[in-house]
Structures are given as C-alpha cells and as structure tokens.
C-alpha cells in the first residue's frame, strides 16, 4: 500500500477519533464549538497524529493506546494555524481551501477558539496517559514535553523569532532555530509521545527522537518551496505569502537549488536515524519521502 493511501486510513481514524472528543456544535455555547469544528474539520492531511499513531507502531505498541494523544496533537497545530492566520500575525484569509476561522467567526472569537483547542489538546493528552500508563513513569514526561513544545521553548517562541525576523539581516543560525522550534517541535513531541505510549526501549525513543528533528526541517524546508512555487489550488492556501510578509525563509536566504538540497539531506539524515527499525517503521519511511516531493 502507498503512503497517500495508508495515510488516508490513519486519517480516517483520526477524524471519527476528534468527532468523538470534540463537543458537537450544538453544545452551549455552540458558537465556540461550532467555531472549533470548524477549523478542525476544515481538512488537512493528519500527518502529526499520524505520525504519533506511526511512532506507536514502529515500537510494537498498539496504536489504539495513543490515539487520544494523537488527536490533541492534531488540536493544538490547529490552534497554532487558526492564530497564525490573525491580521496581527500571517494575515491569511484561505487555510485548507477554506476562509479561515477569524474571516468566518471573527478575530475575538478565532482567539478564543485556538484557546479552547490547545486546553482541549492536553486534556487528552491527559486522559491518554490516565487510560494507558506509560513506560517507566513517563507519563508526566510526555505532558512535559508537549508542554515545551508549545511553549517559549517550542512553537511559540518560534513564532515569536518568525515575527521578528522580519525585514532583518539573514541569519541560518537564526533560521534554522524558527524552523525547529515553530514546526519542528510539535512533530518532536508528536512522534516521542507515539513511542512512549507504545512501550518503546530508550534506544528507540533516542533514535525516534532524531528522526523526528530531522523530519520537522524536511517539512519546514518543503514548505518554504510550496510558498514560492506550489499550486494555491492544490495546498489550498495563498502561495508568495512568505515574500509579502518579508519572512525569513530557506529559500530566501539560500535560493530554491540549495533549499531543495539541504531538504534532501535532512531526508537523509532522518532515515538514517531509522536503521534497526523493522518494517513496522515502514510509515515513517514513507512519510519522509512524501514531505520531501510533496506538492501540498
């Protein structure tokens, strides 16, 4: 089975999983919930919850056990588009194909939507480890770490660098570290989460980790590029917004050729990290060469 396919099955999973935990949009005060399904739903691929369910796998675990896990980490990437996409930071008015939340519901309420999502996220992420356990008294770990992966230390601190590289001298230094905190993060913590909710050894959560890290830059890179040469109509958001926003990129700083390399050497690096891995990591093979030829 290709990746396209196996990720649709995940996919599928996922969105009956949210549908379950989200409350339905007539549920007082259900502007609020509606406004979250909304964005939930809007589409998206599930690549982070499925890499979270993948990582799972790849250690023998019973991707069963994390689906909790992973549907908060699919919450909280939404909360970080839903409030990227305000006019005070990217000003998007198209996510997913879609008006985003604050064009349709308005800026006060998309605010408090992307709040009620990220405390939804850990809420599940609570009860994830509540139900299933973890490993060595990882539990508190795993909150932890999805804790510094939205915070200063991760993805907000990322955005916060992002906003103020703007119109600035290029610094890769400065690049790589928005790319690896505001994207790369999540996924860090997304795949970590998958390994200890499956029972995974220290090695593997130390390899799983790097593979992790490696791939967060090959998507970041990838999404550079779409921004300068990809179809509005296949990522289903506004391309050139990096240029008019004056965004520190890859391949503003570097060109497409070399931001094209360095994405193909992350690649690299992140399969490397997979070495021992038996089929059951096959997934996450997949994934790295779909994030690095990926068109949306």
Known sequence: MNFLDRLAEKRYLVDAALDRYLPGADVHPAVIHEAMRYSVFAGGKRLRPAMTLAACEAVGGDPGKAMAAACAFELIHTYSLVHDDLPAMDDDDLRRGRPTSHKVYGEALAILVGDALLTLGFGLLGRSVREHGCRDGNALGLVEDVAEACSTMGLIGGQVMDIQSTDRQADPAELEYIHRTKTGALFRAAVRAGCILGGGSGQQLKQLTAFAEHFGLVFQITDDILDVV??????????????????LTYVSLFGLDEARARARREAELALSALQGFDTKADFLRQAVQFVLTREF
């Open 230 to 247: 990809g179809d509005e109509k296949v990522i289903g958001k506004p391309v050139g917004s990096d240029t008019r926003n004056r965004k």
